[in-house]
C-alpha cells in the first residue's frame, strides 16, 4: 500500500501547490502521513519532532553558516537522530506497552522541517494535514476494505 500511498500522495500534493502555493512538507510525506492517520500519536510525533528539528535549525544558524546543501543535510540528520533517539527513548509507556509517540520513518520529520523552515510551521502542518486526509481519502475510495494500514 505504501507505494499507491505515495503515488497518490505525489498527485494530491502537487495539485494543492498548484492551487495554493503551499508545499505539504516534502514530495513523499503526504503518503506516510495519509497511511498513518489512523495512528495519530504516530503523526503526533512525527510533526512535532519536525517542529523541534526546526527550532535547533534555527538556533544552530545563529552560531554557523548554514545555507543551501548545508542547512538541508543538518536538517535531515537532525530529523533523522531525534526521531531515532524518540523511538529509543520512548520505547514503552507508563502501562509497559509499545509507545506510539514516535516518528514515522527517519527522513520525514526532517523534511517537514525544511518546508516549515521555508513556509513556516503553521502553513506547512496545515498544507500537510489536508493534503495527507485528501490523500487517505482516495485511497480509501479506490481500495475500500483493502486499506489495512
Do not use: C
Amino acid at each position: 500500500m505504501l507505494p499507491q500511498a505515495v503515488g497518490a500522495g505525489l498527485v494530491v500534493g502537487l495539485v494543492f501547490g498548484e492551487l495554493f502555493g503551499i508545499t505539504a512538507g516534502g514530495m513523499v510525506v503526504p503518503g506516510y502521513i495519509a497511511l498513518a492517520l489512523i495512528r495519530p500519536t504516530r503523526v503526533a510525533g512525527t510533526v512535532a519532532v519536525g517542529i523541534l528539528v526546526f527550532l535547533l535549525v534555527k538556533l544552530l544558524s545563529r552560531f554557523t553558516l548554514l545555507y543551501g546543501r548545508r542547512r538541508f543535510a543538518i536538517t535531515i540528520l537532525l530529523g533523522f537522530f531525534l526521531g531515532l533517539a524518540l523511538e529509543n527513548v520512548l520505547r514503552t509507556d507508563i502501562t509497559g506497552t509499545y509507545a506510539e509517540f514516535r516518528a514515522i520513518g527517519f527522513i520525514i520529520p526532517g523534511l517537514i522541517a525544511e518546508w516549515m523552515d521555508h513556509q513556516g510551521v503553521i502553513v506547512t502542518i496545515a498544507g500537510l494535514i489536508t493534503v495527507a486526509v485528501l490523500t487517505r481519502l482516495i485511497l480509501i475510495a479506490i481500495f475500500g476494505s483493502q486499506m489495512r494500514v
